[in-house]
């Protein structure tokens, strides 16, 4: 299915039997939990977009389980009612599929779009929701048991896409698809063992680190302590003191990440982030919340490869884009 791109990427799904209703969510691979913005969102972040209506849903029930809670990286949290129903994603049906009916979403849930699918190998939330990928393999939905991902950039409109029920051959050259293996201790995340990071072909040493590969985010997103490594190798790199570093806007940094021996490069215009006018920033940022050896891979790193994601092998597939 084609993707849009505005601060994420997102495509339609649509709610339930009777008077189905179409929503635009973001696809986070960060993330495991399902929810939609309902009638009775009164936040400002639901103002003037189209809301869930339960009550002209045929196939809405409530779960009987407690109120909806889904907590995110940046610290806002989304809470609502837990429901069931039927939903359809790129054609496919998923019959009493779990989700969250929101009505209080933080101000900083500025995307254009009405929710957000996880899709993590299982829900790691409060609400332990069984994800729709989950369903869509029980119930034997997929071609193959696996989904792939695209991203465009939205500055030079390239195309951006999610494939369920495999890969999209045209999109990436086979021959260069690398595979790696989740982390033993991947708590249903979509984790993988970073070798090391690299600036302008020279390893910086920040080794044995879990990479959480997330859809859901732009930046990549480290502890302090490895964001000011790997700054200390770029000499006219400022500590902002906000999680990011201000870079000269007119340099081309080569970075690449270090995958199972593979080196993948970011393009400069992915890893230099311009604010405004003479104003960058690097897209490696760190936040005092992320554990001591994480990272949080983003769309930064994810628009320079074409993404396949192996629920049941439990593995994740980067190739050349085609």
């Keep these: ?48 977009k189209p809301k869930y209506d339960p009550d002209v849903d045929k196939s809405f029930n409530l779960t009987g389980k407690d109120d909806f809670e889904i907590g995110y990286l940046n610290d806002s949290t989304i809470y609502g009612d837990s ?18 009916v929101a009505y209080e979403v933080p101000d900083e849930f500025d995307h254009p779009c009405e929710g957000v699918m996880g899709m993590e190998l299982i829900d790691t ?21 696996q989904f792939s991902f695209l991203l465009g950039r939205e500055a030079d409109q390239s195309p951006s896409e999610l494939t369920f029920g495999g890969s999209n051959p045209d999109r990436f050259h086979a021959d260069t698809l690398t595979v790696v293996q989740l982390v033993d201790d991947n708590f249903g995340q979509w984790v993988i063992p970073i070798d090391d990071l690299a600036i302008n072909d020279k390893r910086t040493g920040l080794e044995n680190r879990g990479g959480f590969i997330n859809t859901g985010s732009e930046f990549i997103v480290m502890p302090p302590d490895d964001a000011h490594e790997f700054y200390n190798n770029i000499a006219d790199a400022k500590d902002n003191g906000d999680g990011t570093y201000k870079l000269d806007c007119g340099d081309a940094y080569k970075v690449a990440l270090i995958f199972n021996s593979v080196a ?35 769309s930064a790193f994810l628009r320079n490869v074409y993404t396949i994601f192996d629920p049941v092998n439990r593995k994740v597939g980067f190739a050349q884009l085609a």
């Design 1 to 48: 299915m084609p993707l849009r791109v505005d601060r994420g990427y997102y495509g339609q799904i649509t709610f339930g039997t009777g008077t189905p209703q179409n929503f635009d969510i973001l696809f986070d691979t960060g993330s495991g939990t399902l929810f939609v913005m309902g009638k009775n969102c009164g936040s400002s972040a639901c103002n003037n």
């Design 83 to 100: 429901g069931k129903t039927t939903i359809v994603i790129a054609g496919i049906s998923v019959e009493a599929q779990e989700f969250g």
């Design 125 to 145: 939330g409060p609400m332990k929701q069984i994800t729709p990928i989950t369903n869509l393999i029980k119930n034997n939905s997929l071609d193959s048991p």
């Design 264 to 298: 993948w490069k970011i393009d400069p215009k992915d890893f230099i982030v311009k604010l405004a006018e003479d104003k960058c920033i690097g897209a490696i940022i760190y936040d005092d919340d992320v554990p001591k050896t994480s990272w949080f891979i983003g």
